[in-house]
């Protein structure tokens, strides 16, 4: 835990404790010598490979890639391209080769959609991604300040409905916050960056790995004898929506005051020592509710996803599902 990074603003995260060889066979097959690059085929039937497209321009740049905004030649058609380049650290291609993994088994219209992946004769790592327009929630509120309860409705509503598709699936996300949560041009927010997802092989399987962005770890994963009775991981996703929806709602990381930066040992306190973080006066009866069924410390208490999905903070009001965010 000594290693704690901090990477930009609340943004910290833990060294990976265990998992660390690899857990799943590499998806992506031996470079050949006499081809360019080496395609997979995902969960699409046609698969893009990198001969297909051309760069636009750099969208953003994450832990150890680089992602663009590419066209397919032929067609015009846009996608995101994420780069994991041949030189970056071990750890960094395990997480793109568990990203790729579970992308692969992934197919619903609430988490991003994978196009390909390869490996170049470089080694760079590579996936062809759906294109999300608007980015991610992180920067949207920066750009646009704090959510109404409205647009929170329904950011609530689609990502409840990827992290069901998720766990109903043995898969827990382990990094939901708002800049893993992807929006496109027609107000869908999607679930993206699974590079410290965990694919759970038994429904009791224990997930107690120090892995994600330790500001939006439950307080479980820190401390399992005390908030954890019969955790399974599954749980500690939704605390972390709660503290995104919170986060969206204040403008600012719940734990903290605006403009704070967090060090490890304040945030850890608060997570584990303090009550959870809770609504202003001005947040509905129902949102206040919906919050505190996600923010209970004890993991057990926590609502689940088909739970929170039947809570009238996000059932009630399907018209916001067409809110301009
Ligand atoms: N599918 C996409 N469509 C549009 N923009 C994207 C897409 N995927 C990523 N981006 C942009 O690229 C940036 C970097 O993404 P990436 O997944 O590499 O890293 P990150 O999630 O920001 O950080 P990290 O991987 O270190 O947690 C994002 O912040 C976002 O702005």
New binding site residues.
């Given amino acids: 835990m000594a290693l704690v990074r901090e990477?930009r603003q609340i943004?910290l995260?833990l060294p990976e404790l265990s998992d660390c060889r690899p857990r799943f066979p590499l998806p992506l097959p031996p470079t050949s010598t006499t081809t360019t690059t080496t395609t997979t085929t995902t969960n699409n039937s046609s698969s893009i490979s990198c001969n297909d497209i051309e760069k636009i321009h750099v969208?953003?740049?994450?832990?150890?890639?680089?992602?663009y905004?590419v066209r397919h030649k032929r067609n015009s058609q846009i996608y995101?391209l994420?780069v994991v380049h041949g030189d970056s650290d071990p750890l960094v291609r395990r997480?793109i080769y568990r990203e790729i993994e579970i992308l692969r088994r992934t197919d619903s219209p609430y988490i991003?959609q994978c196009h390909g992946s390869y490996e170049k004769p470089s080694g760079d790592i590579v996936i062809v991604?759906?294109?999300?327009?608007l980015?991610?929630l992180?920067?949207i509120l920066q750009k646009y300040g704090a959510f109404d309860e409205s647009k929170l409705k329904h950011v609530a509503r689609q990502v409840l409905h990827g992290l069901s598709y998720l766990h109903g699936q043995k898969i827990i996300h382990r990094?939901i916050k708002p800049?893993?949560l992807?929006v496109n041009k027609d107000m869908e927010v999607k679930i993206?960056?699974f590079?410290v997802s965990k694919i759970m092989q038994r429904t009791l399987d224990a997930c107690n790995s120090y892995v994600g962005?330790c500001a939006y770890m439950s307080p479980e994963r820190f401390d399992p004898g005390t908030y954890g009775v019969n955790y399974d991981g599954y749980a500690g996703d939704i605390w972390s929506l709660g503290l995104t929806l919170m986060e969206l709602y204040l403008g600012h990381f719940p734990f903290l005051p605006p403009g704070q930066r967090p060090d490890w040992a304040t945030l850890m306190c608060a997570i584990c020592f303090g009550d959870p973080p809770s609504l202003p006066e001005g947040a509905s009866e129902e949102f206040r509710e919906f919050i505190q069924c996600c923010l209970q410390k004890e993991s057990s208490k926590r609502w689940t996803t088909s739970q929170l999905l039947s809570h009238p903070f996000v059932c009630k009001d399907p018209r916001s599902d067409l809110v301009d965010l």
Avoid: I, P
Wanted: aromatic share 2%; net charge negative.
């Fill in positions: 990477r943004n995260r969208l953003g740049h994450g832990n150890g890639g680089t992602v905004k995101a994420k997480q991003v991604m759906e294109y999300m327009e980015g991610t992180d920067s990094d800049s893993n992807l993206a960056d590079g962005t």
